[in-house]
């Protein structure tokens, strides 16, 4: 079955520190990887994606990924943390080919602290 | 980036009323929306793919005449809950696409509370 998983439900960080949100997938073929953020009652924003070339993809709001196809992984990444980072973290993958729905991971909170 | 509105954002409703949700991509055009259903703290769980001019694609386990989708133009999809009981009481989110390919990413409405009593 096709799946995403995001290992930790909650990440913690102290202010100024990096941060890294995994993510990593299991499905056929070659797919297209997204991150999004979430705050409270809100909708989902897009932060980022991969579609092909450069492994570093960056992004909205200083985040960036690193797509490693030997470890089918997607970490999502910034250099230093704020506290307006701390929100719920998805990422999501599609298939290159067929109904090209999002396959969700289960989301991690993450927790910027001063 | 692309903007999709959802309207109502809130509602409450009593058990055994229909209400509407409407989903709307303010500037672009979208032949596909997506409509999903959010409990707390959990993922997303896709509902139905919307086509424009088309029926809905509706995921296994959704029941079609409970949760109708209707969407007749390029820029707006509805989701109606039809005798809506607490349990539908949810946070349901809309998406859209700029374009069929499966490298557009989805832009997401603000998502709607929906409270039945």
């Known amino acids: 079955a096709q799946s995403v998983a995001q290992p930790e439900d909650q990440v913690n960080v102290a202010e100024g520190n990096p941060l890294t949100v995994k993510c990593t997938y299991s499905?056929?073929?070659?797919?297209?990887l997204f991150w999004y953020v979430q705050y409270p009652n809100r909708g989902l924003q897009f932060l980022l994606k991969?579609?092909?070339?450069?492994?570093l993809v960056k992004g909205s709001y200083g985040f960036e990924a690193e797509f490693n196809k030997s470890q089918t992984s997607f970490h999502l990444k910034k250099p230093s943390a704020l506290v307006s980072d701390s929100a719920l973290y998805f990422c999501?993958?599609?298939?290159?080919?067929?109904?090209?729905?999002?396959?969700f991971g289960t989301g991690t909170r993450l927790k910027v602290l001063a | 980036g692309a903007v999709v509105s959802q309207h109502p954002s809130r509602v409450i409703c009593k058990s055994g009323t229909s209400v509407k949700i409407e989903c709307r991509s303010l500037?672009?055009?979208?032949?596909?929306m997506f409509w999903y259903r959010q409990f707390p703290k959990k993922s997303l769980m896709l509902m139905a793919t919307?086509?424009?001019?088309?029926?809905?694609?509706?995921e296994q386990g959704v029941e079609k005449d409970k949760f109708l989708i209707n969407h007749a133009s390029l820029t707006l999809s509805t989701l109606t809950v039809t005798s809506a009981h607490p349990e539908d009481s949810s946070f349901y989110i809309c998406?859209?696409?700029?374009?069929?390919?499966?490298?557009?990413?989805?832009?997401f409405g603000p998502g709607t509370r929906l409270t039945v009593t």
């Open positions: 919307s086509n424009e001019g088309s029926k809905a694609t509706y």
């Open positions: 499905v056929s073929g070659n797919p297209y």
């Open positions: 991969y579609i092909t070339g450069d492994n």
């Open positions: 999501a993958v599609t298939l290159r080919a067929g109904t090209y729905k999002y396959i």
């Open positions: 500037d672009f055009q979208a032949t596909t």
């Open positions: 998406s859209a696409r700029e374009g069929e390919a499966p490298s557009y990413e989805q832009y």
